[in-house]
């Protein structure tokens, strides 16, 4: 786990699964949809307590489908300032996006939301976005009054049995959490995160088992309404957060990697 001390992971090891967080967020989406919670086709604005005039283009308003399947046309980080550090993909580039997330918080996330500028109808082109799913995440605290690490403790705890999976790090457990190294082997930082809905989850394996068996579950309904296919164009197919793949070899499966800093991994739930 850490470079010189030979220990090795074990059940309680605590693992950042970056954007594999967004599948997760899909499944608490799903479930609004079927609670009546909320409606695929709604604004988005219907759940924002600010007005957002920029999200729409030429009267054709972002709504949720457009969320979750990362059609919405947003870009991919917020602040962008973070974007122009990947033009230059260094060691000190973990470190550079640390000392941005430190001092960034929902606050200015939301009144950054105003900045934004869409350059195409919703819902027409696919590009993948960090901004949404964190958006998506403002909206459900909005709906269930609650914050968005006890949405995803509670349902995952009640739902899957993932006992160990949350956003913030409960109290006690630094210890377990496995860290990551940089390029160079020099430990890098713990990414900061405003809501966690984009890639803010730290879990087990054990949980992350329970987690493929509940997503194998052909009678549970929020997985069968998850696995819906919102948009499709090309060889681009998106459920709710969720990318759905088809080969001869494998059939239908769901493929999603999660990039942290320091740590890379991917989540494979092949039915057949």
Do not use: C, W
Not at 40 to 46: A, F, S, V
Not at 141 to 165: A, P
């Amino acid at each position: 786990m850490d470079i010189g001390r030979g220990n090795t992971p074990t059940d309680q090891t605590l693992y950042e699964i970056a954007s594999v967080s967004k599948t997760l967020t899909g499944i608490l989406v799903a479930n609004a949809v079927l609670e009546r919670k909320l409606n695929l086709e709604d604004n988005i604005q219907n759940y924002l307590e600010d007005n957002y005039e920029n999200f729409e283009f030429h009267g054709n308003p972002i709504r949720i489908k457009h969320l979750v399947t990362h059609t919405s046309g947003m870009s991919k980080f917020m602040p962008e300032s973070i974007i122009t550090l990947f033009e230059e993909i260094n060691e000190d580039l973990p470190f550079k996006i640390h000392e941005i997330q430190k001092t960034y918080s929902k606050k200015d996330f939301l009144h950054d939301l105003h900045t934004v500028r869409l350059d195409t109808t919703p819902g027409i082109k696919y590009q993948y976005s960090n901004i949404d799913t964190e958006l998506m995440a403002e909206i459900l605290e909005n709906i269930y009054d609650k914050r968005f690490n006890e949405i995803v403790k509670n349902y995952f705890r009640k739902n899957v049995g993932m006992l160990n999976t949350s956003i913030d790090l409960p109290a006690g457990k630094e210890k377990f959490l496995a860290n990551g190294y940089g390029m160079t082997g020099k430990r890098v930082p713990h990414e900061v995160v405003i809501y966690g809905a984009d890639g803010g989850v730290k879990t087990t394996m054990s949980d992350l088992v329970n987690y493929i068996e509940f997503q194998l579950d052909k009678t549970d309904e929020t997985v069968i309404e998850s696995h819906k296919t919102l948009y499709h164009e090309g060889n681009k197919k998106m459920g709710y957060y969720l990318p759905i793949h088809d080969s001869e070899e494998y059939g239908t499966y769901f493929r999603m990697h999660g990039g942290a800093f320091g740590s890379q991994n991917l989540l494979f739930i092949i039915p057949k």
